[in-house]
């Protein structure tokens, strides 16, 4: 049996706490305790990449003509796991609550993200 296949869910029902545009600290590997923006969510594969951070150098070889060798830096991704969420009201570093409140222009009640110390909503930067 096919137990050991993770989320198969569809991409629209797949969630994750944090979200491309947020500031994020990261608490695992090279780049512990700092602080970056995430470029990229992956929510079928739990990770996010985060802009600047993680990085490896390539080795690339040149191709032909149109692909010239040296080196490049590539963030690679972390996963969700590995990066805890900045608050945009009170800037700690916090686990991310869902809760359902009043927000943007008409008001409508949506579960949105709270910061689990100052309570308050986080900023999404996907949403407008
Ligand atoms: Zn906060």
């Given at each position: 049996?096919?137990?050991?296949?993770?989320?198969?869910?569809?991409?629209?029902?797949?969630?994750?706490?944090?979200k491309k545009g947020d500031?994020?600290?990261?608490?695992?590997?090279?780049?512990?305790?700092?602080?970056?923006t995430v470029?990229?969510?992956?929510?079928?594969?739990?990770?996010?990449?985060?802009?600047?951070?993680?990085?490896?150098?390539?080795?690339?070889?040149?191709?032909?003509?149109?692909?010239?060798?040296?080196?490049?830096?590539?963030?690679?991704?972390?996963?969700?796991?590995?990066?805890?969420?900045?608050?945009t009201?009170?800037?700690?570093?916090?686990?991310?609550?869902?809760?359902?409140?009043?927000?943007?222009?008409?008001?409508?009640?949506?579960?949105?993200?709270?910061?689990?110390?100052?309570?308050?909503?986080?900023a999404d930067h996907t949403r407008s």
């Amino acid at each position: 049996m096919a137990t050991h296949l993770k989320n198969k869910k569809p991409l629209h029902l797949i969630k994750m706490n944090i979200k491309k545009g947020d500031r994020v600290v990261i608490l695992a590997g090279k780049d512990r305790k700092k602080e970056g923006t995430v470029s990229r969510a992956l929510p079928q594969a739990n990770k996010v990449i985060v802009e600047g951070l993680n990085v490896v150098k390539k080795h690339i070889r040149p191709q032909g003509q149109t692909r010239q060798g040296g080196v490049i830096e590539k963030a690679m991704p972390l996963h969700v796991s590995n990066v805890m969420l900045l608050c945009t009201e009170c800037g700690k570093a916090t686990r991310v609550g869902i809760e359902r409140r009043p927000l943007g222009a008409d008001q409508k009640v949506r579960p949105v993200r709270v910061c689990k110390h100052c309570h308050k909503v986080i900023a999404d930067h996907t949403r407008s």
